[in-house]
């Protein structure tokens, strides 16, 4: 199974500054999502990343408030820009196992913006 | 249109047997994930059904019935550490996922 390495695991920032969460896999994997969990909520997907293109967005996400990077198969970047209190939640990365037939999750990024 | 209902709360006594069941209406359905997450934890992965039939793991199995549009999550000997919550998500053959609200689980001594 794919091991995920998610950073920062958590972090406070300010109104209107803007965070990266990296997410590193230690084999190479053909699909990567970004998922958003609110509070008290389920999960919400933003985007998958793919690699050497721009990312795929869902509806109600906009890549100038959520730039996403893909250089290679094992690493991803996502940014939250002029970040609100309303982005207050845990951001996390997820990749496909087909062989498995798994989705896997990083440990999520836990950001609070006072 | 898309949804995927579970229910919100159930509670079961510790030792004990619990089914969480899980209903979809979803386009381009290729199988239904179950997941368990525990405050403030990332989901970790627990089975993916992509036939019809049951599929056992230990103390947990796994339903599914694509006629039907239906699935459960079977817990048996409850133990306390299994107070979490369970999300069902369908996902189609990309693995683009539509997510249950998730089903809290608690147990009880």
């Known amino acids: 199974s794919a091991v995920i390495s998610q950073k920062p695991s958590r972090d406070i920032c300010q109104r209107g500054t803007s965070l990266t969460i990296q997410c590193q896999v230690d084999?190479?994997?053909?699909?990567m999502f970004w998922y958003r969990q609110q509070p008290g909520q389920s999960l919400t997907l933003i985007a998958t990343?793919?690699?050497?293109?721009?990312?795929?967005?869902e509806s109600g996400f906009v890549i100038d408030k959520f730039p996403i990077s893909r250089p290679n198969l094992t690493f991803s970047t996502l940014t939250v820009s002029n970040m609100s209190p309303e982005d207050s939640s845990i951001y996390l990365c997820?990749?496909?196992?087909?062989?498995?037939?798994?989705?896997?999750f990083g440990e999520g990024s836990r950001l609070t913006v006072l | 249109g898309q949804n995927i209902d579970q229910p919100t709360e159930m509670t079961a006594t510790e030792g004990a047997i619990v089914q969480i069941n899980c209903t979809y209406q979803t386009s381009g359905f290729n199988g239904l994930f179950w997941y368990q997450q525990h405050a403030g934890e990332a989901p970790t992965f627990l089975s993916y059904?992509?036939l019809d039939g049951l599929e056992e793991k230990g103390r947990f199995s796994s339903f599914l019935s694509r006629s039907k549009g239906y699935s459960y999550l079977l817990l048996k000997e409850l133990q306390m550490k299994d107070s979490a919550s369970y999300l069902c998500?369908?996902?189609?053959?990309?693995?683009?996922?539509?997510w249950g609200a998730g089903t809290k689980l608690i147990i009880k001594p």
């Open positions: 990343a793919n690699q050497g293109s721009e990312a795929t967005y």
């Open positions: 059904n992509v």
């Open positions: 998500a369908a996902s189609d053959s990309n693995y683009q996922l539509i």
């Open positions: 084999s190479q994997v053909t699909m």
């Open positions: 997820s990749v496909v196992d087909r062989e498995a037939g798994e989705l896997f």
